[in-house]
């Protein structure tokens, strides 16, 4: 009961991205021909709404829903390691045409074949915990 609300949240997020088309592997296809300006879009706003609401949160002392400090860390790495980083998450998205936000709007849709790819990102995860250490950050 705790978390039922995360749950119709979840549900409506994922209603939300259904109908605007962001979980459609054609639009993805097409942004990343550039055939289309739709992705890019809802990419770019919701770059500019998260930019707003951090200012947001610095400026007015927002707490989270547990009323914790919400804290912004700043980054000391280079660039190099969010390029690398960015190419290795694009090269993802375009062959399985999900990004990890829609996979489970997808298996909700019914699009089934999307389990090999949570299963792919599972092992992923799992790897990257064990191999950590060995990579630079």
């Not at 489970?104 to 799992?126: A, K, R, Y």
């Given at each position: 009961m705790k978390f039922l609300k995360f749950l119709v949240l979840g549900i409506v997020f994922g209603i939300i991205m259904t109908k605007a088309e962001i979980i459609s592997w054609f639009r993805i296809y097409e942004m990343f021909r550039f055939e289309s300006f739709h992705m890019y879009g809802v990419i770019g706003s919701t770059v500019i709404l998260g930019l707003l609401y951090v200012q947001i949160i610095k400026r007015f002392d927002v707490k989270t829903f547990s009323g914790d400090q919400i804290e912004f860390t700043p980054k000391t790495h280079g660039v190099l390691r969010y390029l690398i980083g960015g190419i290795i998450f694009g090269l993802g998205w375009s062959v399985t045409g999900a990004c990890?936000?829609?996979?489970?709007?997808?298996?909700?849709?019914?699009?089934?074949?999307?389990?090999?790819?949570?299963?792919?990102?599972?092992?992923?995860?799992?790897?990257?915990?064990i191999l950590r250490h060995r990579l630079p950050h």
């Open positions: 990890p936000g829609p996979m489970f709007v997808l298996l909700g849709n019914g699009i089934w074949t999307i389990f090999l790819v949570i299963i792919g990102s599972v092992i992923g995860t799992f790897l990257y915990g």
